[in-house]
Nanobody
Framework: QVQLAESGGGSVQAGGSLTLSCEVS????????MGWFRQILGNDREGVAT???????TYANSVKGRFTVSKGNAENTLYLQMNSLKPEDTGMYYC?????????????????????WGQGTQVTVSS
């Protein structure tokens, strides 16, 4: 049973930084696409970033140049480094994983086909 557990959320002022972590357990395959998503109050869940089994990443336009997704050396931890945070980044952040080759590891695909989701961690950015 694959399980994902996020941590690292909190409150920060605009312009500040946070690093989210997602601990992953129970993998039986290396061919996973992983990603970060967020849900802002009243809105649908939206994609933030993905990273494929080769380490290539994609980003939503709204976070490009500010956020960086990465995996730990043992590949059982997913990170999201968030810099230059804005109030509009406030929301619940989720990590997700789905079986997919690098050719299919994109935000629009993973949000529909993720097999596993974490419980989320809240990020609040004040102005």
């Amino acid at each position: 049973q694959v399980q994902l557990a996020e941590s690292g959320g909190g409150s920060v002022q605009a312009g500040g930084s946070l690093t989210l972590s997602c601990e992953v357990s129970g993998y039986t395959s290396n061919n996973y696409c992983m990603g970060w998503f967020r849900q802002i109050l009243g809105n649908d869940r939206e994609g933030v970033a993905t990273i494929d089994s080769d380490g290539s990443s994609t980003y939503a336009n709204s976070v490009k140049g500010r956020f960086t997704v990465s995996k730990g050396n043992a590949e059982n931890t997913l990170y999201l480094q968030m810099n230059s945070l804005k109030p509009e980044d406030t929301g619940m952040y989720y990590c997700a994983a789905g079986l997919a080759s690098p050719d299919y590891c994109y935000i629009d695909i993973l949000i529909q086909n993720a097999n596993y989701w974490g419980q989320g961690t809240q990020v609040t950015v004040s102005s």
